[in-house]
T-cell receptor, first 110, second 115 residues
């Protein structure tokens, strides 16, 4: 079974709007992390939320975690064209690895 | 700010050749990883390495692959007898994994093209 599935697969919004991406997973986790990837580039760590946390903020980013529903959301407020990228959630399942989802491609139009 | 560095950024190799991808993890990190991303697909875990040995590996990480920490700073992934399907972006990552600090920091990746 696949873990860390994001939706939507693609999201296109206007600059200034908010973007919300969701992630679901299937097993118990230690924490959940969100990463950003510009086209063909490396993965940039955005934010980590631990399993005992429900919400976390970092600048224009807000992450929520609902362990009862095994889901997380990433909200980017007041989006900018520079936010255009792919966003991945990754779960740390008490093991020695991260399990990544398929990602959401975000396009912010100026 | 400390970062994970990978070399080369792009490597083209003939099918059947051996390649070595190199990584310099963040200096005070204890756990090292290799992941790969085939074009347009999700990032997949290959192997984790701690205390000079493999701590976990995926089904992808078969006998064709090996990892090594030859000195105190480098972490390498060797792919023997490359196949066309090994073409992908390979990412190295490292974490402290102590004191609850489990954020993984990734390098910029090596794009491997097998022809």
């Amino acid at each position: 079974s696949q873990q860390g599935e994001e939706d939507p697969q693609a999201l296109s919004i206007q600059e200034g709007e908010n973007a919300t991406m969701n992630c679901s997973y299937k097993t118990s986790i230690n924490n959940l992390q969100w990463y950003r990837q510009n086209s063909g580039r490396g993965l940039v760590h955005l934010i980590l939320i631990r399993s005992n946390e429900r919400e976390k903020h970092s600048g224009r980013l807000r992450v929520t975690l609902d362990t009862s529903k095994k889901s997380s959301s990433l909200l980017i407020t007041a989006s900018r064209a520079a936010d255009t990228a792919s966003y991945f959630c990754a779960t740390d399942q008490y093991g020695n690895k991260l399990v990544f989802g398929a990602g959401t491609i975000l396009r912010v139009k100026s | 700010e400390p970062e994970v560095t990978q070399t080369p950024s792009h490597q083209v190799t003939q099918m059947g050749q051996e390649v070595i991808l190199r990584c310099v993890p963040i200096s005070n990190h204890l756990y090292f990883y290799w992941y790969r991303q085939i074009l347009g697909q999700k990032v997949e875990f290959l192997v984790s390495f701690y205390n000079n040995e493999i701590s976990e590996k995926s089904e992808i990480f078969d006998d064709q692959f090996s990892v090594e920490r030859p000195d105190g700073s480098n972490f390498t992934l060797k792919i023997r007898s490359t196949k066309l399907e090994d073409s992908a972006m390979y990412f190295c990552a490292s974490t402290e994994r102590t004191g609850g600090k489990t954020e993984a920091f990734f390098g910029q990746g090596t794009r491997l093209t097998v022809v």
